[in-house]
């Protein structure tokens, strides 16, 4: 497995989340992103999680509520890259994927968009 600091993640992620166009950060809205080194044993090769409302389902009784929870984690990440290069690429790609969660957009959508 490529070996990478949890620390070097976590920039890789926040790199990712910086190059989402600015129109679209603009709209997100109660959202929090994390990185974990593993997902729940259920799923080990889970990537990315959104948990939350997404803004196409918010309606006037959203208020007073947690916010929603994007999760990118390392280690499955690590075990399907062989550079740093791949890791590069992949956050990104989990990163967009989980956005465009909170943005609405459904599994089929993104992967009809590339982003599987």
Known sequence: M???????????VGEALDRIPPELA???DNVAV?????PDPSDPELLGLYEGTPLTERGE????????RITVYRNPTL???ETRED?????EITVVHEVAHHFGIDDERLHALGYG
């Open 2 to 12: 490529l070996e990478m600091t949890r620390e070097e993640f976590e920039e890789l």
């Open 26 to 28: 603009r709209l997100m």
């Open 34 to 38: 994390f990185v974990e080194d593993d």
């Open 61 to 68: 009784w959203y208020a007073g509520v947690l916010p929603d």
């Open 79 to 81: 075990r399907i890259c």
């Open 87 to 91: 890791v590069v690429a992949e956050t």
